[in-house]
């Protein structure tokens, strides 16, 4: 008779979607040195340690991100490796199927990689990742908030113009505060009357609850990313949760990392309250190197730190599949066999958490 499983065993072995990450956060250190050797960056060994190194307030995660794009990615073989390695890695802990973020305004602007050309490398790399890990990726080209309207809307158009099914829609990324998501409407209308997808980060970094609802209403987003601060208007949050809108909630989110005390940030996390209000969620490492955390973790941070059981898990896996940007057919598809393996592993489990059935 085979040993039973440990919840981390478990975790590990249930099938995922990720659909919150950033290539960009994804990448190994081995690599970043690399490519800063490769190009002669001006980097010292320290400083580059020092990216990879997440202290008890961390800080710092958007610095790493620009960097990348200014000194290190300057040929589309870059973005290739950068893709395929983060399939890998993610393909190791089970992630079946996994929709990234890539921020092409800063690639094109910084990198000097024209927007046709990376696209062609990442799916390339999408490709062969599938190939070698049977690992389904998905990209999702992001609006860089940080740059203006006019440049959002040129990136939706480039999108518009290369179109593949394997890019199936687009979302927004970088620092919230002072750029509400109304800034954006004819980038993300445009994208719309094309028939593209789209998810927005909202909420984040301790913006108001009004920037959830700007993305939905106006914006009429298909999910959200984060979106914390919807727990500050319930009635906004039962209106959310009667549509179905799934949030991709990120366990490691800096921001409350620093801004709860340490023995506070896991009970005062809003992820915990967000179910109660009805509100559909589904874990993810967002920015994993970065964080130092992995899709398995990602999943056992719902259990040890926010209390949550196999019922729920059950739950958020379910909501990922129905989230995620796949037609209805293999959506159903999923549902099944996804949800078959969680109950064929759960009844290996050593014991149940949190007291679930």
Known sequence: MPAALTLEEFLHAIPKAELHCHLLGTVRRETFTALARREKAPLADAEIEAF???GEKPVGVLRVLRALDAWLIKQPADLHRLAYEYLQDAAAHNVRYAEFFWNPTGTARESGIAYPQAQAALLAAIDDAERDFGITGRLVPSIDREATPAEALEMVQWVIAARDPRVPGIGIDYREVDRPP????????????????????????????????????????????????????????????????????????????????????????????????????????????????????????????????????????????????????????????????FDELRAGLAANPRGST
């Not at 920037?211 to 990313?225: E, F, G, H, S």
């Not at 009805?278 to 398995?296: A, M």
């Open 182 to 341: 109304e800034m954006f409407a004819e980038a993300y209308a445009a994208a719309r009357r094309a028939g593209l997808r789209t998810t927005a980060h909202a909420g984040e970094f301790g913006m108001p609850w009004t920037n959830v609802r700007t993305a939905v209403d106006l914006l009429q987003v298909d999910r959200i990313d984060h979106g914390y601060t919807i727990v500050d208007q319930p009635e906004f949050a039962a209106r959310c949760a009667e549509r179905g809108i799934v949030f991709t909630v990120v366990p490691t989110n800096s921001y409350y990392l620093r801004t709860l005390a340490p023995e506070r940030w896991a009970l005062d996390h809003p992820i915990r309250r967000m179910p109660g209000l009805g509100l559909r969620i589904h874990p993810n490492t967002d920015d994993p190197t970065l964080h130092h955390v992995n899709p398995t973790q990602a999943w056992h941070m719902m259990v040890k730190d926010f209390g949550f059981g196999l019922d729920d898990l059950r739950g958020f896996l379910q909501n990922g599949i129905d989230a995620a940007w796949m037609d209805d057919t293999d959506k159903a598809t999923l549902r099944g066999a996804w949800g078959a393996r």
């Open 52 to 54: 990879y190194t997440r």
